[in-house]
């Protein structure tokens, strides 16, 4: 049994031995056939055999695999077991039936291990291997060599990512990082008097509005329920769109409006990090450190107060930039932030401070 599968195109082959490599240095065992197969083995049965019995299928989508019935096939038989991670090498759509499925941008990836798309790759694999090992009981060091895989992706998943020394989160109750804004009158329809919404409580801290919003009572935010793109008391008319993180903030940085309200913006990242939940009764503090541990859901976000959160294509972008070509998100796979390509596609959901 191999740990990865990796389903690529022939032609690509040189280009993915970095690829090979930086994922062989984490101990994780990697099934491809140029170096799998060894002469006189049946190789359709042998790599039946070990994709039927990998962990994990990283598929790598490119200008020609695209087009390859193998790989195709690969990738439908790790989607049908809930075990498929695609990248892509080059700047092509996936194939029909395979873009509901974010694909990680390797397209500028530089071959390192430690660049931010390589981490975030890891950190899905991880989930995928890992979800069961026992977290580190401390944050790693700030800076640190490659360690074996399950050091270095239990810090991946469980300190805000490598970059844990970015993510110290914001304190739900009147964190001063946190962007503060003056309240925006609610908005009387034309003619009318305000009419009263009835409310619910849904959890501890979470009101539902019933208009599509949702207030934070530990950190006086309001959330829209949805992601941008959905709608719908339960968020289930259109889907949940995708944007570069440019057109995102072009869009939505300020000013928006929604139920009444013209204040909605993008979230700070310590703000989306305060959406981050653990199903398994694993405190948000310490998920911010630790992860979510093992055996929980994914998305890892109230879906009872956030309904139809995608469990695929789990990246939220907040209003942080990085540099010039990064700008800082948060994964609800485990709850990290790090920071992304500004050129992949990633969600919204917006925010407002509140009354």
Request: include cysteine.
């Given at each position: 049994m191999h740990d990865i599968f990796l389903s690529y195109s022939s032609q690509d082959r040189e280009r993915l031995q970095p690829l090979f490599q930086a994922l062989a240095q984490q101990s994780w065992s990697v099934f491809w056939d140029h170096q799998s197969i060894h002469t006189g083995e049946n190789w359709h049965r042998k790599i039946d055999q070990a994709i039927r019995e990998s962990r994990c299928v990283v598929v790598v989508w490119s200008k020609g695999s695209v087009d390859s019935e193998w790989v195709l096939e690969e990738a439908s038989n790790g989607k049908s077991?809930?075990?498929?991670?695609?990248?892509?090498?080059?700047?092509?759509?996936?194939?029909?039936?395979?873009?509901m499925r974010q694909a990680g941008n390797f397209t500028r990836w530089n071959g390192k291990s430690d660049s931010p798309v390589f981490i975030e790759l890891a950190a899905q694999i991880y989930?995928?291997?890992?979800?069961?090992?026992?977290?580190?009981?401390?944050?790693?060091?700030?800076?640190?060599?490659?360690?074996p895989s399950l050091f270095l992706f239990a810090a991946v998943l469980g300190c805000g990512g490598y970059y844990w020394k970015y993510s110290v989160g914001a304190s739900l109750a009147g964190d001063s990082s946190m962007q503060q804004g003056k309240p925006v009158k609610k908005e009387s329809l034309a003619g009318q008097a305000p009419t009263a919404i009835p409310q619910t409580v849904a959890s501890s801290h979470y009101i539902i509005h019933?208009?599509?919003?949702?207030?934070?009572?530990?950190?006086?935010?309001?959330?829209?329920?949805?992601?941008?793109?959905?709608?719908?008391v339960d968020c289930s008319t259109g889907e949940a769109a995708k944007y570069k993180w440019d057109d995102a903030m072009s869009e939505f940085e300020s000013g928006v409006s929604f139920a009444d309200y013209s204040d909605w913006r993008m979230p700070t990242k310590d703000e989306l990090r305060t959406l981050v939940y653990c199903s398994n009764g694993i405190p948000q503090s310490t998920a911010w450190y630790k992860t979510c541990g093992h055996n929980y859901q994914i998305p890892t976000i109230d879906l009872q107060v956030f309904p139809n959160t995608p469990a695929f294509g789990l990246l939220h972008w907040s209003s942080k930039a990085k540099d010039a070509s990064y700008a800082w998100g948060v994964n609800f796979y485990d709850g990290n932030d790090l920071w992304f390509d500004r050129y992949d596609g990633n969600h919204v959901r917006l925010v407002r401070s509140g009354q």
């Open positions: 077991r809930n075990v498929l991670l695609p990248i892509k090498i080059d700047d092509i759509e996936p194939p029909f039936g395979f873009a989930g995928l291997l890992g979800r069961g090992s026992q977290p580190l009981s401390s944050p790693p060091p700030k800076k640190f060599p490659w360690l019933n208009d599509g919003t949702v207030t934070d009572t530990k950190s006086g935010l309001m959330w829209k329920q949805c992601i941008e793109g959905q709608s719908g």
